[in-house]
Antibody
Framework: QVQLQESGPGLVKPSETLSLTCAVSGSSISSGYYWGWIRQPPGKGLEWIGSIFHSGRTYYYPSLKSRASISVDTPKNQISLKLSSVTAADTAVYYC????????????????WGQGTMVTVSS | EIVLTQSPGTLSLSPGERATLSCRASQSVASSYLAWYQQKPGQAPRLLIYGASDRANGIPDRFSGSGSGTDFTLTISRLEPEDFAVYYCQRYGSSLTFGGGTKVEIK
C-alpha cells in the first residue's frame, strides 16, 4: 500500500523559505510516476504548486514558478518543496500526492494523497 | 491557462436525492483530461473520476461523470450520508488547475 507523509516546520517567518519533504513508502519513487505538491489555504480551494518525475523533470504552476523548487531524493525515496519569499498568503495545508498514469508523458490526476501538513507564515 | 468554474457553489439536498454538479472550462479540455475529487473536513481529497467518466478504484457506481470539451458533470445518483462534502473538478495534462469547488450540504 503506497503511503505519503509530509513533514516540515509548521511556522515560517515572512520573507523566509518554506521547506517541506514528502516521504513515500510502499513504492519506489522511481517506479514511473510523477509526484506533486498541492496546497489549500484555510477555508479555500486547492492550488497545484508543481510536480516532478524521478529523472528530475519538473512542471510548475505559472504563478508560483519563480518561487517554487521541487526536487527528488531517490535514495531517501522522498520529494521536497522549497517556496521562497513567503508571505501570509502562503499559509495553507500542503499536500503531496502521486499522479496516476505510470510512465505517462503527461500529468494525470492525483490518485494517492498524503494527509497534509499545515504551514503558517507569521512573525 | 484554462480556468474551471464550478456551479452551484452550494447544493442543499436530502439523502436519497440526486446531485448534479457542473464544471465549465474556459477552453476545451484536451483528451477529456478532467477529474473529480471529494473532500471531507480535515481530510485530503479523494479521487472519484478521471478521464471525465472513469471511476477510480473503489468508488461506488452511484458516482458518475460525463461531458467533453468545455462542459462536464458529476452526478451522484442517490446521496448517501457520507457523500455530503466538497467536490472539486480538475483539469490535468501539461498543466493542472482546480475548480473552486461545490459544497453538497444536507438540506
Amino acid at each position: 500500500q503506497v503511503q505519503l507523509q509530509e513533514s516540515g516546520p509548521g511556522l515560517v517567518k515572512p520573507s523566509e523559505t518554506l521547506s517541506l519533504t514528502c516521504a513515500v513508502s510502499g513504492s519506489s519513487i522511481s517506479s514511473g510516476y510523477y509526484w506533486g505538491w498541492i496546497r489549500q489555504p484555510p477555508g479555500k480551494g486547492l492550488e497545484w504548486i508543481g510536480s516532478i518525475f524521478h529523472s528530475g523533470r519538473t512542471y510548475y504552476y505559472p504563478s508560483l514558478k519563480s518561487r517554487a523548487s521541487i526536487s527528488v531524493d531517490t535514495p531517501k525515496n522522498q520529494i521536497s518543496l522549497k517556496l521562497s519569499s513567503v508571505t501570509a498568503a502562503d499559509t495553507a495545508v500542503y499536500y503531496c500526492a502521486r499522479h496516476g498514469g505510470k510512465y505517462s508523458s503527461s500529468l494525470y490526476a492525483f490518485d494517492i494523497w498524503g494527509q497534509g501538513t499545515m504551514v503558517t507564515v507569521s512573525s | 491557462e484554462i480556468v474551471l468554474t464550478q456551479s452551484p457553489g452550494t447544493l442543499s439536498l436530502s439523502p436519497g436525492e440526486r446531485a448534479t454538479l457542473s464544471c465549465r472550462a474556459s477552453q476545451s479540455v484536451a483528451s477529456s483530461y478532467l477529474a473529480w475529487y471529494q473532500q471531507k473536513p480535515g481530510q485530503a481529497p479523494r479521487l472519484l473520476i478521471y478521464g471525465a467518466s472513469d471511476r477510480a478504484n473503489g468508488i461506488p457506481d452511484r458516482f458518475s461523470g460525463s461531458g467533453s470539451g468545455t462542459d462536464f458533470t458529476l452526478t451522484i445518483s442517490r446521496l448517501e450520508p457520507e457523500d455530503f462534502a466538497v467536490y472539486y473538478c480538475q483539469r490535468y495534462g501539461s498543466s493542472l488547475t482546480f475548480g473552486g469547488g461545490t459544497k453538497v450540504e444536507i438540506k
